[in-house]
């Protein structure tokens, strides 16, 4: 049975160096006392050196990189880059880089491929905009065929895929998580969409984990699901005290 994995996205916190390292030490603490939980922290990139160096059990992310190698490409990192600082996971497309910055299924798709091909794991994420049962798989289906269709086969095992709807990501006004049955749906969903585009042993042996307000209390309720493998921490996972109960708790999944 593989490890949860859960992956800390701090988003564009803390403010210092000194601040990250600091929570950095202790995410790593949880980590090292609960080896059956795969953990992993995704700093700012003006972070990711200084964290690396406190990380040991943890692994060390990303949350962005650009497709290309080298050349120029003014603020962008490579995925060679940051394997070569220790990151062995990329977050990519998350809904907030979609929105904000106009990332669209085409770069996802290329980042996607570009991390894969340097041998780190994409933390893909796709979710629907607002919560009406019938958006889910209109959108989910197409980000989801948008980032992969294309991609090498042998790639796919490089990508773990986080239902992430935006009405249930805490700083969404209103938001509330998603309930397990709704990760449930997009869970077996996404498994049938890898299935039909790359075969059904993909589709089945596909990492996909939840994300949307995932903390201490209900965490339980995700991991526990049939086919969830993780989850995407954001708000929660700034806060020492909740990321390590979520650790714990994941650690403690069979
Ligand atoms: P949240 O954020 O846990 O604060 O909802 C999750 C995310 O957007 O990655």
């Not at 798709?109 to 209109?138: F, Q, S, T, W």
């Amino acid at each position: 049975m593989d490890k949860k994995i859960i992956v800390a996205n701090w988003k564009m916190n803390p403010a210092s160096v000194g601040d990250a390292v600091a929570l950095a030490r202790k995410i790593e603490r949880a980590a090292a006392a609960h080896l059956r939980a795969e953990v992993v922290v995704a700093p700012p990139a003006v972070f990711l050196t200084p964290v690396a160096r406190v990380l040991k059990k943890a692994a060390l992310g990303a949350q962005n990189v650009f497709w290309e190698q080298a050349g120029p490409y003014t603020g962008e990192m490579s995925p060679a880059q940051m394997k070569n600082i220790g990151v062995s996971h990329v977050i990519v497309g998350h809904s907030e880089r979609r929105e904000n910055l106009g990332e669209t299924d085409e770069m996802v798709h290329r980042k996607i491929a570009a991390v894969a091909g340097a041998g780190m794991a994409a933390i893909l994420c796709i979710g629907e905009r607002h919560r009406a049962g019938a958006d889910m798989p209109a959108e989910v289906g197409a980000q989801l065929k948008g980032a992969l269709s294309g991609l090498k086969k042998s790639f796919v095992k490089n990508v773990i895929v986080c239902y992430e709807p935006v009405w249930a990501i805490s700083t969404t006004f209103g938001a509330r998580p998603a309930t397990a049955d709704d990760a449930l749906r997009a869970a077996v969903y996404v498994r049938k969409i890898i299935g039909a585009v790359f075969g059904p042993a993909a589709g089945r042996t596909a990492r996909v984990i939840y994300g949307g307000s995932v903390n201490a209390k209900n965490v339980a309720s995700f991991l526990g699901l049939g086919g969830m493998d993780g989850a995407l921490v954001g708000s929660a996972s700034l806060d020492e005290k909740e990321l390590s109960a979520i650790v714990r708790r994941a650690a403690a999944e069979k």
